[in-house]
């Protein structure tokens, strides 16, 4: 058995290790030229930002050893974060669960679940096609094939375009949406505390502030901020001017941490198209025959969501 496996975020690396464990051989391919998806750090002169996953949280009993394990291999740490809550004007703490990021970035997680696979990066995937094995065609026009299952743990809107038009679970991928979020990175010359790690606002253009630099293992020698957008109002500017999306977040988070952002010596804007799930089919994953779909968004997103669709996927192949 071989089994190709589309993207290698956090879905696609916990389906190719719940196979391996089952001695199943995949190969993953990616689009990027790094392992991780979302779940992702940027790296800009002496700055890095994870500017993705912010951190994650745990419920399942079974996703909670394995990030057991990366605690314990160093790559993982819970985050006691000082995490604040702003609402009409009033501050509160920003109480939940106990907080987990990867140390000493975000991508040392799935760097190390991607250990020992068969990772190919830099192939966009364009089709997939079964007749004896399923073959995937890439952007550059060549394709791979003697495959006898394929994983995908693309975005939606990505994954409708190579779903064959006769997959049973088609409409629930295509009618499946994602928010649009913006990520502003703000590298400083050193680090600052503004007497909090996070603050989630409501009822503004922007939605969230970390302290980048307060997460355990990060560098000290500069301070790195992130901010990200609000869901309804990045989709309402999905096109919008960057120079005025960055502007906007600036004055913003500017006036929230207290410290005039503008002045900044890094200042820099991502976009993030499909961030977090909008509409979901709230499955595991849909799979028919010897295609499954899979990622977070099947299961409303976050980081558990994913790893939970992409081991789902490679059980539902077994
Ligand atoms: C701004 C932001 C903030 C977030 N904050 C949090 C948070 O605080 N807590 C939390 O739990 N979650 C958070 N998330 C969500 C979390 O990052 C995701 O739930 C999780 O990382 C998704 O993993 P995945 O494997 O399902 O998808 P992805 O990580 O998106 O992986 C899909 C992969 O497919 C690849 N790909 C796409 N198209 C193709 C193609 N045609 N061919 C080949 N490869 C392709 C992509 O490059 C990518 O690597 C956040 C996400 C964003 C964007």
Redesign the pocket.
């Known amino acids: 058995m071989k089994i190709a496996i589309?993207?290698?975020?956090?879905?696609?690396l916990s389906a190719a290790r719940e196979l391996r464990r089952h001695g199943i051989e995949t190969v993953l391919?990616?689009?990027?030229r790094g392992v991780?998806?979302?779940?992702s750090t940027r790296y800009a002169g002496a700055w890095e930002f994870d500017?993705?996953?912010?951190?994650?949280?745990v419920q399942d009993e079974d996703f909670q050893v394995e990030i057991d394990a990366a605690i314990r291999a160093g790559v993982a740490a819970p985050w006691p974060a000082k995490a604040l809550y702003l609402k009409t004007g009033a501050l509160s703490a920003d109480t939940g669960r106990d907080r987990y990021v990867g140390q000493p970035r975000m991508n040392s997680l799935p760097k190390y679940w991607a250990k020992g696979l068969d990772v190919r990066l830099g192939?966009?995937?364009?089709a997939i096609k079964k007749a004896e094995s399923w073959t995937l065609t890439f952007e550059d026009g060549a394709s791979a094939s003697g495959f006898d299952g394929v994983i995908s743990?693309?975005?939606p809107a990505?994954a409708a375009t190579?779903v064959p038009k006769t997959f049973q679970e088609r409409e629930a991928v295509v009618s499946a949406q994602m928010h649009v979020?913006f990520?502003l990175m703000v590298g400083l010359p050193a680090p600052i505390d503004p007497g909090w790690d996070t603050l989630r606002v409501k009822d503004l253009p922007i939605d969230w502030i970390s302290i980048n630099h307060a997460k355990p293992g990060r560098s000290q020698e500069v301070g790195a901020i992130i901010v990200?957008s609000e869901a309804a109002w990045s989709d309402k500017h999905a096109d919008s001017d960057r120079a005025w999306v960055q502007d906007v977040m600036i004055k913003s988070a500017s006036a929230l941490i207290g410290f005039p952002l503008a002045e900044a010596p890094h200042i820099a804007l991502h976009r993030?198209l499909?961030?977090?799930s909008k509409l979901s089919p709230d499955v595991p994953c849909l799979k028919d025959g010897g295609l499954v779909i899979a990622?977070?968004?099947c299961v409303g997103?976050?980081?558990?969501?994913?790893w939970l669709?992409?081991r789902a996927a490679a059980r539902a192949l077994l």
Do not use: E
């Open positions: 589309l993207g290698c975020g956090v879905a696609g391919f990616d689009k990027s991780g998806g979302r779940m500017h993705g996953a912010q951190f994650f949280t192939n966009r995937v364009t743990t693309l975005p990505q190579i979020c990520c990200h993030w499909y961030a977090s990622g977070d968004w997103g976050r980081v558990q969501g994913a669709s992409g």
